[in-house]
C-alpha cells in the first residue's frame, strides 16, 4: 500500500514562510503527478499545486508567485514552499499522488496563518 506522510505544518503569522514536505513510499517516478491539496474548515478540498512525472508544474491562481512545488528524487520526496502566507492560507494541506486513475492521500498537515 502506497504510503504519504505529510510535514512541515505549524502557526505562523501573515507575511511569513512554511515549508511542507510530503514523503512517499515508494519511487516518485512511479506516479502520474503528485500533488498538494488543502481544506479551509467549512470547505471542499481544493487543488494548491502539482508536479508531474515530466517535471512540468501548475498552480491554483490564488497560490501562483507565492507557493512553489518541487521534488527530491532521491529522497522519493515533495515540497510546497509556501511564501508571503495570508490567513485565508489557513487549512489542513494534503498531499496526493496518482497513477493511472487511482489516487492515493496522506493525512494532512494543518497550516495556521495568524497574528
Known amino acids: 500500500q502506497v504510503q504519504l506522510v505529510e510535514s512541515g505544518g505549524g502557526l505562523v503569522q501573515p507575511g511569513g514562510s512554511l515549508s511542507l514536505s510530503c514523503r512517499v513510499s515508494?519511487?516518485?517516478?512511479?506516479?502520474?503527478?503528485i500533488a498538494w491539496y488543502r481544506q479551509a474548515p467549512g470547505k471542499e478540498r481544493e487543488f494548491v499545486a502539482d508536479?508531474?512525472?515530466?517535471?512540468?508544474?501548475k498552480y491554483a491562481g490564488s497560490v501562483e508567485g507565492r507557493f512553489t512545488i518541487s521534488r527530491d528524487n532521491a529522497e522519493n520526496t515533495v515540497y510546497l514552499q509556501m511564501n508571503s502566507l495570508e490567513p485565508e492560507d489557513t487549512a489542513v494541506y494534503y498531499c496526493?499522488?496518482?497513477?493511472?486513475?487511482?489516487?492515493?492521500w496522506g493525512q494532512g498537515t494543518q497550516v495556521t496563518v495568524s497574528s
Open positions: 496526493r499522488a496518482r497513477i493511472l486513475r487511482q489516487d492515493f
Open positions: 508536479i508531474n512525472v515530466g517535471g512540468n508544474k
Open positions: 515508494e519511487n516518485i517516478f512511479n506516479f502520474n503527478d
